[in-house]
């Protein structure tokens, strides 16, 4: 069955997103997360026929979501770290827009295979790109205690980073973890009752991002976005937990995603960009209560000096 954006991915924070691109005649677009094309549909809908829009997915299946054949938009089956060398394909110098819904879609928590979602007893796979190499299950069995230590601690943010890295290690000893129920038996004991959802999602969230190497991936679409964002462009992120979040923030505050602020001779904090909203923009309780993952979204909007 085909998913529209209403099965594959419901997208949040449509319209403030959208609005956050102040769009315009003759504007170039990119939509860095397609997915379910909910927002690429959105912005569709506001360009005149001398607009286009680029929209990047690494993840094949979303392919089936291509609105009916449209001069104007453009499908890129890639990861959003190489849209420089994309633009620079498709003889773009400069964009007037870039989107990005950092979420992960509806349809890969859904989808059993995939191995994102603790609620499925699959294949601890959880690649974005199924062509990718390394799955989740390689992760767990072939990284060092120290790594996987530091891969929960960094990333999903664990106090207990250090002794679930060594139940694992301990027990691939005995056999090999490759399924997702294989990996919450090892690791469910260090979870107290109370927080056993929240920490099983952390966990998870944390080898989703170094299997995908999704840390890496943001700070090169930042840093090209930058590039491209011509003066008056605007970019628009909807981000979903705080490692996203503090990376944004600090390109948008300083340009730089370690957030190392660079003064001129004046004091003046020198940034590519000027913070449009100056508190970050979330969902309203009604569009929460409809869509549960959009609780921890959180919109920020820049315009490129």
């Known amino acids: 069955m085909i998913k529209t954006a209403e099965t594959y991915h419901v997208p949040v924070l449509l319209k403030e997103s959208v609005d956050g691109l102040n769009i315009h005649k003759g504007g ?22 001398s607009c286009h829009l680029y929209s990047f997915d690494q993840d094949a299946d979303a392919a089936q979501n291509i609105p009916g054949e449209d001069g104007r938009f453009t499908f890129v089956l890639s990861n959003f ?4 060398n ?10 007037d827009g870039l989107l990005a819904d950092l979420g992960v879609s ?8 995939r191995g994102f979602s603790f609620r499925f007893d699959a294949p601890l796979d959880m690649r974005m790109n199924k062509q990718a190499h390394k799955t989740a299950a390689d992760i767990v069995n072939e990284y060092d205690e120290e790594r996987l230590a530091d891969i929960f601690f960094l990333y999903g943010e664990l106090k207990t980073s250090r002794r679930i890295a060594s139940a694992l290690v301990k027990a691939r000893q005995q056999q090999p973890v490759r399924t997702t129920q294989d990996f919450m038996k090892v690791v469910e004991p260090f979870f107290k009752r109370e927080r056993e959802k929240k920490d099983m999602a952390k966990l998870f969230q944390a080898l ?5 190497h999704e840390m890496e991936a943001l700070r090169e679409m930042l840093y090209s976005a930058t590039e491209l964002l011509r003066p008056g462009g605007r970019l628009s992120v909807i981000t979903y937990h705080s490692l996203e979040d503090r ?24 940034t590519p960009y000027r913070a449009v909203n100056r508190q970050v923009i979330i969902p309203d309780n009604d569009e929460q209560e409809k869509n549960p993952r959009s609780r921890s979204a959180k919109l920020r909007i820049a315009e490129k000096i």
């Open 28 to 49: 170039v677009y990119i939509d860095v997360t397609f997915g379910g094309g909910g927002h690429s549909r959105e912005i569709l809908s506001r360009l005149d026929d």
């Open 81 to 84: 770290r190489y849209i420089k």
């Open 86 to 95: 994309w633009m620079r394909y498709y003889r773009v110098e400069q964009i």
């Open 106 to 113: 509806s349809h890969h928590f859904d989808d059993a295979e």
């Open 208 to 212: 989703r991002i170094e299997v995908n």
């Open 247 to 270: 990376m944004v923030k600090n390109v948008i505050k300083t340009g730089n995603a370690e957030g190392k602020l660079k003064q001129d001779f004046f004091g003046k904090i020198e």
